[in-house]
C-alpha cells in the first residue's frame, strides 16, 4: 500500500471538485432554491446525468461544499496563531471575500448558507459541526501558555472567547455584504478595540 490514489480515485476527485466550484458559482449568483442541477451542469460543462454520478442531488453537493471548508478554516486559524497583528489579519480576511472565491465561503455564500441552515436541518447540522471544530480549535490556542504560542486564558474562559472570535469573524462576513466598500482604516480601528477585549486576561 502505497497510499498514492489510482487514476481511477484521482479522477473522480477531480470531478467532485469541479462540480463543487461550478455549484459554489450557481449558488452565490443564483441562491441555493433558484440554482437547478441543470445549471451546475451547464456551469461544469458536463452533463446533468455525470453529475448525478457523483452527487445524488443537489443537497449532497451543497453538504459537500459546507465539509470541505473544516480544512481550509482551520489552516486561517493556524495562520491567526501565527501572526503579531491579529486585527490586521482579520480585516485582510475581510476585503478577501470576493464573491467568486470557490476555495472558502465568501460572504454571499455564507448568509446563503446560514439562512439554508434555519430551514434544512441537515445543513444546519452540518455547519454546527465545523462551527464545534474551529471554537474547539480556538479555544485551545488562546488557553495554551504564552510559552507555546497560546494566551493563557483559563479553559472556560478559553471556550466563551473563542465563541466571541466566531461571532466576529461570522459578522465580518455578514458586513462584507452589505458594505462591501467599508473604509479599512475605520474596521481596522473597530476590529483593533474588539480584539482587544476578546484577549483580555
Known amino acids: 500500500m502505497t497510499g498514492v490514489p489510482s487514476v481511477a480515485e484521482s479522477h473522480k476527485q477531480q470531478q467532485r471538485e469541479r ?3 461550478a455549484a459554489t458559482r450557481c449558488f452565490v449568483r443564483e441562491g441555493f432554491h433558484s ?7 451547464a456551469t461544469a460543462g458536463m452533463s446533468p446525468g455525470l453529475i448525478y454520478r457523483y452527487f445524488e442531488n ?5 453538504l459537500a461544499i459546507i465539509e470541505s471548508q473544516l480544512a481550509i478554516i482551520q489552516q486561517r486559524v493556524r495562520e491567526m496563531r501565527s501572526t503579531d497583528d491579529l486585527a490586521t489579519t482579520l480585516v485582510d480576511y475581510f476585503e478577501s471575500q470576493d464573491a467568486e472565491d470557490v476555495e472558502s465561503i465568501s460572504a454571499p455564500l ?3 448558507m446560514s439562512a439554508e441552515a434555519a430551514r434544512d436541518p441537515e445543513i444546519g447540522a452540518a455547519i454546527h459541526r465545523i462551527d464545534l471544530a474551529v471554537r474547539a480549535e ?3 490556542w488562546l488557553a495554551r501558555s504564552p510559552d507555546k504560542g497560546g494566551h493563557g486564558l483559563a479553559p472556560e474562559i478559553a471556550r466563551q472567547r473563542a465563541l466571541a472570535f466566531v461571532i466576529l469573524i461570522d459578522g465580518l462576513k455578514a458586513r462584507k455584504t452589505r458594505e462591501p466598500d ?3 482604516a475605520c474596521l481596522k480601528r473597530a476590529v483593533d478595540a474588539l480584539v482587544a477585549a476578546v484577549l483580555e486576561r
Open 19 to 21: 462540480i463543487l466550484k
Open 35 to 41: 440554482a437547478s442541477m441543470a445549471t451546475i451542469a
Open 58 to 62: 443537489k443537497n449532497a453537493i451543497i
Open 110 to 112: 455564507f448568509m446563503e
Open 138 to 140: 480556538l479555544a485551545d
Open 182 to 184: 467599508l473604509d479599512r
